[in-house]
């Protein structure tokens, strides 16, 4: 079972491209999470789905939208990407209150 | 607001001593508290879980302790080993909702000697 898979690990981008980071899990879990980890903040929630045909907004939403595609796959997608945006993010998915949390490889991107 | 505060400054100790972190929060008071591990350029990994009711949580060489009154947990690594050099965070639980949202402080990273 490959868990949390991220793509692409790596990518750069100029100022005001758009592109969508994909995340599948084979794992079967309801709930999916886009985090972001810059340094000294810590991880911050962007959105999440509690379940196919959800999306919610978490703390950092602006500048992303996301598409919860079927269970397996939750995307984000940044339409004008600012060198704000330049962190890793993490996928990551649960299921359910109080268990634990899978976090995909990450994807680090750069926006210059 | 929520706030999660974890040692910033690395800890450094010695092969097979006892490795202590801690974890404070103020302003919340959470359902559970979580602890993963991360190395350089990967995700976090879950780690150990403590409920509100729980004062301590074991497993192999870890300890967790969660002090609801103090708001504080310490995250205990027995007989450290090198291999158990990594940043560890302290996550929990963000209030309302039915889903896993986690608070995560920045985390602290530990470096074992040999």
């Known amino acids: 079972n490959a868990g949390v898979t991220q793509t692409p690990k790596f990518q750069v981008l100029k100022t005001g491209q758009s592109m969508t980071l994909q995340c599948a899990q084979d794992?079967?879990?309801?709930?999916m999470y886009w985090y972001r980890q810059d340094p000294g903040m810590g991880l911050r929630l962007i959105y999440y789905?509690?379940?196919?045909?959800?999306?919610d907004k978490g703390e950092v939403p602006n500048g992303y939208n996301v598409s919860r595609l079927n269970k397996r796959e939750f995307s984000l997608r940044l339409e004008s990407a600012a060198p704000s945006q330049t962190s890793v993010y993490f996928c990551?998915?649960?299921?359910?209150?109080?268990?634990?949390?899978?976090f995909g490889q990450g994807t680090r991107l750069t926006v210059v | 607001s929520q706030k999660i505060e974890q040692n910033s400054e690395a800890l450094n100790i010695q092969e097979g001593k006892t490795a202590t972190l801690t974890c404070n929060y103020t302003?919340?008071?959470?359902?559970?508290l979580q602890w993963y591990r991360q190395d350089p350029g990967r995700g976090p990994v879950f780690l150990l879980l403590?409920?509100?009711?729980?004062k301590e949580k074991r497993k192999e060489r870890l300890k967790v302790t969660f002090d609801t009154t103090l708001k504080q947990s310490l995250f205990h690594i027995t007989a450290s080993q090198p291999a158990d050099s990594a940043t560890y965070l302290c996550?929990?639980?963000?209030?309302?909702?039915?889903?896993?949202?986690?608070?995560f402080g920045t985390g602290t990273l530990l470096a074992v000697q040999p």
């Open positions: 403590i409920r509100e009711n729980e």
């Open positions: 794992m079967n879990h309801n709930s």
């Open positions: 990551a998915t649960g299921q359910g209150l109080s268990t634990e949390a899978f």
């Open positions: 789905s509690a379940s196919e045909g959800t999306t």
């Open positions: 302003n919340y008071s959470p359902a559970y």
């Open positions: 996550a929990l639980d963000r209030p309302g909702g039915a889903t896993n949202k986690l608070i």
